[in-house]
């Protein structure tokens, strides 16, 4: 069984950056594809950003929303995923979850429910 736990979330200004973090423990995580989705109050969870496994080429993909301000990284462990978001706005405001899961195919990689393993999530609030 695989744990994701996130850290890095707060509360910032526009313009501002943070960098989220989520390290995955238990199992074996180190070939999965793993990504950030979140979901603002009131609203449904939407994908933000993946990197595939090493397996799949290891690429990334982002939302159009974050395309360009958002960077998703994976550290050489492999049990570490980072999210770097810069120029963030309001509307960026969301809690954050880490997610993972094995063999998940490409045109799977923005749909949630393809992904096995689920972090508790990290606030993240973008004041005006």
């Known amino acids: 069984q695989v744990q994701l736990e996130e850290s890095g979330g707060g509360l910032v200004q526009t313009g501002d950056s943070l960098r989220l973090s989520c390290t995955a423990s238990g199992g074996t995580s180190a070939d999965y594809t793993m990504g950030w989705f979140r979901q603002a109050p009131g609203k449904e969870r939407e994908f933000v950003a993946v990197?595939?496994?090493?397996?799949?080429?290891?690429?990334?993909y982002y939302a159009d929303s974050v395309k360009g301000r958002f960077t998703i990284s994976r550290a050489s462990t492999r049990n570490t995923v980072s999210l770097q978001m810069n120029s963030l706005k309001p509307e960026d405001t969301a809690v954050y979850h880490c997610?993972?899961?094995?063999?998940?195919?490409?045109?799977?990689?923005?749909?949630?429910?393809?992904?096995?393993?689920w972090g508790q999530g990290t606030q993240v609030i973008v004041s005006s």
């Open positions: 990197v595939r496994s090493r397996g799949s080429g290891g690429r990334t």
């Open positions: 997610a993972a899961g094995p063999g998940i195919i490409l045109s799977s990689i923005r749909n949630g429910a393809a992904y096995t393993y």
